[in-house]
């Protein structure tokens, strides 16, 4: 504590002695002041002072914490990691309601704005860092950066987040500027044309949508998006297949991340996953055994020319049918070629180069000589090939 000075002063008796002398008396009492008040005072502003430095301190602590505009971006990546897709709209509407779910172009899909298909994508962001970025030349404004990383490629997206008042007369108000909801459209690359009918099911973020069916005549579905989110979406089938494949939608819809132009034309910034189909093995494996099955039915047929085959015999000669004898030279294997792309050859099997063998007795019309006849006949065997998800049909090309 502070010191306090005490000031002491020697009183005047005014009374005359009781001896009659008429001098001082020898025992004259002193009176005493009370301490000032001054210092105590001082005391007292000075604790003012700290209190005010303390409270400017504290607003400015909480309005870089709890009122930040950092915060309104962060409360809006925690309802997206939760899956709340509800209050991740509601966040990202701003003041308007242009590109929330119920304008979207009638058919998108918002399997992918609530639930496991919204965390997942989410999760796929891995660490999230939010930064302040400027502020516009008269404060209403900031940009907000959120930065992460996807299969070890660095991305970000940029909220700006508006100034609307204060609270309390202390804490500045923020709210996100308005963030469409964008549009990414799944379709499968190469489908080919006797599957374009469907149907054709894939994942997209962990749930099965159908990319193709009856009603639909152009393959693909669309998904509603919230950014930043990554859209994954894979097929798999008997005969068709599709490795994942990623999109990763870091900007908002509208803005070019360079300018601070903007557009409100969703169409404009739809954006595109293709799947890539490949046959899987089973392919192969079906269509030899289908060859099997065709080349058996020739060689079975106890005829010099088997019906719908591609070897033959002619002669002048008589054949007893019962010595007729067809088989195959090895074992043919055809080779499928890889699915073409959209707009290739749908051809998708390599010709069958292969060979005859003929066994039979021929008797000589003239002589009536009987001789034993091996006749091997080199033949080569096209094909067309059509697969759908779930069937595969060899079909061989001959007169």
Known sequence: MPEVRDDTATGIDSQPAQDGSGGRGSGATGNRRGPTLGPAWA???????????AGGIAIATVNTTVYSPEAQVEDYLAALTAGEGGTAVALAAGDGSAGSPAELAPGTATDLLQGEPLISG????????????????????TKVLVGYTVDGEEHSTTFTVEKTGRDWLFFDRWRMA???VRSVH??????PPEAASGPLTASVNSIQAPLVTEQEETPGRTF????????????????????????????????????????????????????????????????????????????????LNPAGCPMGYDTVNRIPPESITWSMAGD?????????????????????????????????????????????????LEADLTVTPDAVRYMPNVP
Request: aromatic share 4%; glycine share 6%.
């Open 186 to 191: 799944v379709a499968p690359a190469n489908l």
């Open 224 to 303: 509603a998006v919230l950014p930043p989110m990554v859209v994954e979406a894979s097929f798999e089938s008997t005969y068709l297949q599709a490795e994942p494949a990623r999109l990763v939608v870091d900007h908002t819809a509208g803005h070019d991340p360079d300018t601070e132009a903007g557009t409100t034309d969703l169409s404009a910034d739809s954006l595109s996953l293709d799947l890539a189909l490949q046959y899987t093995d089973a392919v192969s494996t079906e269509v030899n055994e289908q060859l099997d099955r065709f080349l058996a039915g020739c060689t079975e047929q106890k005829v």
């Open 43 to 53: 005391w007292w502003g000075g604790g003012a002072a700290l209190a005010l430095l």
């Open 178 to 180: 308005e963030v469409p």
């Open 122 to 141: 989410m999760a796929a962001l891995g660490e999230l860092t939010v930064s302040r970025g400027a502020d516009t030349a008269d404060g209403r404004s």
């Open 332 to 380: 043919p294997q055809a080779s499928v070629h890889d699915l073409p792309a959209e707009g290739d050859d749908p051809t998708a099997v390599a010709p069958l180069e292969a060979e005859a063998i003929l066994s039979l007795s021929e008797i000589d019309l003239v002589t009536g000589e009987r001789r034993t006849v091996e006749h091997r006949e080199p033949f080569t």
